[in-house]
C-alpha cells in the first residue's frame, strides 16, 4: 500500500452544490455484472421515480428509476433516453414505519428502492444484506475514500451526518450487530469530532470511529474489513457470510432516502476535480446526467484533456461525452494529457511491494505476453484491479491492460479445460 | 477506433533515471575515496571503463539496435562504477576499457536491455577480465598499490586519547587496501543506508547476507579466511541488489541474502580466493526467478501449504549447493574460462533466436 497526493485537501472543503437539471437524461441499463431490461417503451410517459429497467432474469444487478418526470425518447442497449418536462410529477410510494422494518422487510425496499453498492462496483445491496440476522458480528461503514481526488464521501459525512446516524440506527435495530464501526481516513480525523458531537442525539447507539492511515487502496472492502477486524477474507467470499456487513456511506444515504422519503437512488454526490479544471468540489447530481451538460453548466473546456468517470485509480476514460452519471461513479475527473513512455521492467519489486492482495503484478505482463501459465500460477484471480502496480512502476508497464486482458484469456483456458 | 484506455489515470513520479540517479549518489562518496587515494590511477581506470562501456552502448544499442534511449539511463555509468570499485587500481586501460566494454555488452544488451539481465553485469563483466586476462587479473602484482598511494592512512580521529578507539575509526573510515570501492565501510554503510531510505534497495539482502557470512565465519573460526570487510559490503549492499538480478519479495530476498553469505563463506573456505564474492553472487543470480516462484508473497486471503513450501525450499537449497560445488570444482582445476565461453554462446544464441525479437517487450 502506498500514499498518493492529490487535491483531496480542497475539495473538502467545498459545500455539496446543487446542479440544475438536464433537458435529457441517458439512464445506464449496465450495471454490476448484468444488464437492466427495459420496461418502458418509446413515447411513454414517465413519472419521476417510476422503475425504468430491472434485471428480471438474473436479479443480479439494482433496478433503476427515473430521475425526472417526462418522456421516454430512445432506447438502445446501454441506455434509455429520458426528455425532461420539468414538471417533476412524482410517483407515490409508501413509507413504511421504521419500527416495522424486519429483515424480510427491509432486502425488500433495498431491492424496490434499486439500492446499489455506491463506492464503484454497484453490487446489489440487497443481496449483501441477505443474512440471518443473528450472525452479524460487526457492521462496518467504510468511509474510507481511497481513491484519490475523491472526497464525495467525505462531503457526504460531513453534510449528512444526521441521515447517516438515523440509518445506522434502523440498521441496528434490525440487525443487531455486536459493534458498528465507521472507518474514516486519518487525513479527515477532523470527521471524528464531528461525528461524536452528533451521537449526542443518538444516546442508544454506540457506533465506533476507526481512524486508518491514508493509504491506497485502504477503501477496498477486504482490505478495510482486516484493518478494522483483523480478519483476512480471501477474494471472492460474501462479507456476510463471516458476520460483517459492510457498506459505503453513500449507500447509507441513499438507504435513509428509501426508507425515510420513498425515494430510489436516482442522485449521489461526486466530486469534480482534477489538475485541468478550476471548477473543483462536490456536487449533487441525478443518476443519468450526461456529462457533456455537467461539463457545460460548470463552464468547463474539456478540449483535449482525459476525462474520467470514478476515481483517478480505477475508474473509466470517458470517450462519449453523452455517456452519463451511473450509481457507482464517485467523481468526473479532468486531467491534462501526459505523455507516459513504456521502458523496461526493471525488476525492481515497487509493484510487488504495493499489491495489496500480495500479487506479483510484473508477472502478468510476462504471462499476458507470452507465457499464459504464469497468469494461474502467479494467482491473477486474486487480483482486485485496484491499479496501485501501475501507478508506482517506474517504467510504466502496462500491468492493468495485462491484468484485464489476462483475465479474459484466463476464462478462456478455464472454459477450455 | 483510438486504443482503449486502462485505469490508472495518474502515475507515481518515478522513473528509471530517478531510481539510477539514487544509486549513482550513494555510490560517489566512494568515489571520493578512491581518488583520494589514488587519484589519476582511479582516473584512469575509470575513464578507460567507462569509455568501453559508452562505446559499446553506442556501437551496439544504438547503431545495431537502435535504442538510442536507453544509453542515458544512467545503467551504464552505475555498471561501470561498480566494475571498476572491484578491481585495482593499477589494472591497465585496456583491460578496464575491455571490462567495461564486456559488461554492458554480455551483461545487458545482449540479454535485451536494461532490467532484462539474469546477471549482475559489473560482475559479468570482472569475470569476463579474469578468464580473457588470467596472468594481469590473479597476479599478486596488481594488489601491490602501496607504490602509487597518494594517502596511507588518515588521522581524523587521533584527537580521541584512547589510540585503540581512534586507530579502530580511522580505519572504518579508511583503509586503502583491496580494490578501489572498498575503502571507506563507513560509507559503503551510509550509501546503504541511503539506498533504503530512498526504498531503492530493501534492508533483507544486506542484512541477511551479513548475518549469514558473518556467522559462517563465527562458526567455522578460521583465523587465516581472507576476506575484505569492504568487499563484503560492497557486494552486498551494491551488488547483490542489483534489481533484475534478485528476486522480488521480501521473503524470497532474505533467503537469496542468506544463501548468498552461505555460499561467498563456502568459496573462500574452499579456496575461491578473491572471486568469493562474484561466484556467490553469480551463482544466486542464476537462481532468482526459481527463488521468485518458490518465495511468492502469500496471495491474500490463501493458506500456505507448508509441507510443499519446505520440500521446494529443501530442493532449492540442495540445487544450490550443488552448483556452488561443481565451481568450486571448476574452479580448482582452472576450468572457470570453459563456464564463461559456454556463457558466449549460450548469450548470443539466445539473443540471435529470442531476445533479439522481444527487444520492443518491456519485460
Ligand atoms: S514496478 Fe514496474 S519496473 Fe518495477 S518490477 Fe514492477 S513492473 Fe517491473
Ligand atoms: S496486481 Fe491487482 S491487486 Fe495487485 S496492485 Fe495490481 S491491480 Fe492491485
Known amino acids: 500500500m502506498m500514499q498518493i497526493p492529490s487535491l483531496k485537501y480542497k475539495t473538502k472543503k467545498q459545500p455539496i452544490a446543487e446542479l440544475k437539471d438536464a433537458s435529457v437524461y441517458r439512464i445506464p441499463l449496465q450495471s454490476y455484472r448484468s444488464t437492466l431490461q427495459p420496461l418502458v417503451k418509446i413515447g411513454d410517459q414517465i413519472l419521476q421515480y417510476q422503475v425504468l429497467a430491472e434485471d428480471v432474469e438474473h436479479q443480479f444487478a439494482a433496478k433503476i428509476h427515473s430521475p425526472v418526470s417526462g418522456k421516454v425518447i430512445a432506447i438502445d442497449e446501454h441506455y434509455i433516453s429520458l426528455e425532461n418536462d420539468f414538471q417533476q410529477q412524482k410517483i407515490t410510494t409508501k413509507i413504511i414505519e421504521s419500527q416495522q422494518l424486519d429483515l424480510e422487510r427491509f432486502v425488500q425496499v433495498l431491492k424496490d428502492f434499486g439500492i446499489a453498492g455506491i463506492g464503484g462496483a454497484e453490487f446489489p445491496t440487497n443481496i449483501k444484506y441477505k443474512v440471518k440476522e443473528s450472525n452479524v458480528k460487526s457492521l462496518l461503514i467504510n468511509g474510507i475514500e481511497c481513491e484519490p481526488y475523491l472526497t464525495s464521501d467525505y462531503a457526504v459525512m460531513r453534510h449528512e451526518t444526521e441521515k447517516l446516524l438515523k440509518t445506522i440506527a434502523v440498521l441496528n435495530q434490525i440487525f443487531q450487530p455486536e459493534e458498528i464501526v465507521i472507518g474514516i481516513e486519518k487525513q479527515h480525523k477532523e470527521l471524528k469530532k464531528h461525528f461524536e458531537k452528533s451521537f449526542k442525539n443518538h444516546p442508544n447507539l454506540a457506533v465506533r470511529i476507526h481512524l486508518l492511515p491514508n493509504e491506497y487502496p485502504q477503501g477496498g472492502e477486504l482490505q478495510f474489513i482486516k484493518s478494522v477486524t483483523h480478519k483476512e477474507i480471501p477474494k471472492g467470499s460474501i462479507p456476510a457470510n463471516f458476520g460483517y456487513l459492510v457498506s459505503n456511506v453513500g449507500t447509507i444515504l441513499a438507504i435513509y432516502e428509501a426508507l425515510f422519503n420513498g425515494i430510489p437512488t436516482t442522485e449521489r454526490v461526486i466530486t469534480i476535480s482534477g489538475n485541468a479544471v478550476n471548477t473543483i468540489g462536490n456536487y449533487r447530481v441525478k443518476i443519468g446526467t450526461p456529462i457533456r451538460h455537467i461539463l457545460k453548466e460548470l463552464n468547463i473546456d474539456a478540449e483535449g484533456v482525459d476525462i474520467v468517470l470514478g476515481g483517478p485509480m480505477m475508474g473509466k476514460e470517458v470517450v462519449d461525452l453523452d455517456s452519463p452519471i451511473k450509481k457507482g461513479s464517485g467523481g468526473l475527473l479532468l486531467f491534462k494529457k501526459q505523455q507516459k513512455s513504456i521502458e523496461n521492467c526493471i525488476e525492481c519489486g515497487y509493484c510487488v511491494d504495493v499489491c495489496p492482495q500480495h500479487l506479483m503484478p510484473m508477472q502478468f505482463v510476462k504471462g499476458h505476453q507470452e507465457d499464459q501459465n504464469l497468469l494461474s500460477q502467479f494467482n491473477l484471480d486474486h487480483c482486485i484491479e485496484c491499479g496501485a502496480c501501475e501507478y508506482i512502476c517506474p517504467s510504466n508497464l502496462p500491468l492493468m491492460q495485462s491484468i484485464v486482458l489476462g483475465k479474459v484469456e484466463l476464462q478462456k483456458m478455464m472454459y477450455a479445460k | ?363
Open chain 2, 1 to 363: 477506433m483510438q486504443n482503449k484506455r486502462f485505469s490508472p489515470f495518474v502515475s507515481s513520479k518515478n522513473s528509471i533515471g530517478k531510481v539510477m540517479l539514487d544509486v549513482i549518489i550513494a555510490l560517489l562518496p566512494l568515489c571520493a575515496f578512491a581518488f583520494y587515494t589514488y587519484r589519476i590511477w582511479f582516473l584512469i581506470v575509470l575513464g578507460s571503463a567507462l569509455g568501453g562501456a559508452i562505446l559499446t552502448e553506442i556501437l551496439f544499442s544504438g547503431i545495431l539496435l537502435k535504442k538510442w534511449r536507453g544509453i542515458l539511463d544512467g545503467s551504464a555509468i552505475i555498471t561501470v562504477l561498480l566494475l571498476v570499485f572491484t578491481i585495482s587500481p593499477l589494472t591497465p586501460w585496456y583491460v578496464a576499457a575491455f571490462g567495461g566494454s564486456c559488461a554492458v555488452l554480455f551483461g545487458k544488451i545482449l540479454w535485451g536491455g536494461v532490467g532484462k539481465n539474469k546477471f549482475n553485469p559489473a560482475l559479468v563483466g570482472r569475470e569476463f577480465m579474469t578468464v580473457f586476462f588470467p596472468l594481469v587479473m590473479s597476479s599478486g602484482d596488481i594488489w601491490s598499490t602501496k607504490r602509487i598511494r597518494y594517502v596511507y592512512e588518515v588521522e581524523w580521529f587521533d584527537f580521541i586519547p584512547n589510540a585503540h578507539w581512534a586507530e579502530f575509526l580511522n580505519e572504518l573510515f579508511f583503509v586503502p587496501t583491496g580494490a578501489l570501492g572498498e575503502y571507506s565501510a563507513v560509507f559503503l554503510l551510509l550509501g546503504g543506508i541511503y539506498l533504503i531510505f530512498r526504498r531503492r534497495i530493501s534492508w533483507h539482502i544486506p542484512a541477511f547476507l551479513l548475518v549469514s557470512f558473518l556467522s559462517f565465519l563465527w562458526i567455522f573460526e578460521d583465523q587465516n579466511l581472507n576476506y575484505s570487510l569492504g568487499g563484503i559490503l560492497l557486494g552486498g549492499i551494491f551488488m547483490a541488489t542489483d534489481m533484475p538480478s534478485s528476486p522480488s519479495s521480501p521473503t524470497g530476498k532474505s533467503y537469496y541474502g542468506l544463501m548468498i553469505g552461505l555460499v561467498a563463506g563456502l568459496c573462500i573456505q574452499f579456496g575461491a580466493g578473491f572471486e568469493y564474492m562474484s561466484y556467490s553472487i553469480l551463482i544466486l543470480n542464476g537462481f532468482s526467478t526459481k527463488i521468485n516462484q518458490v518465495f511468492m508473497p502469500r496471495t491474500w486471503g490463501t493458506k500456505t501449504d507448508w509441507p510443499k513450501k519446505i520440500e521446494e525450499v529443501f530442493l532449492l537449497t540442495l540445487s544450490v549447493l550443488t552448483v556452488t560445488f561443481a565451481v568450486l570444482s571448476l574452479h580448482y582445476y582452472g576450468y572457470i574460462p570453459y563456464l564463461i565461453y559456454i556463457y558466449i554462446i549460450y548469450i548470443i544464441f539466445k539473443f540471435n533466436f529470442s531476445f533479439s525479437k522481444k527487444l520492443h517487450q518491456p519485460i
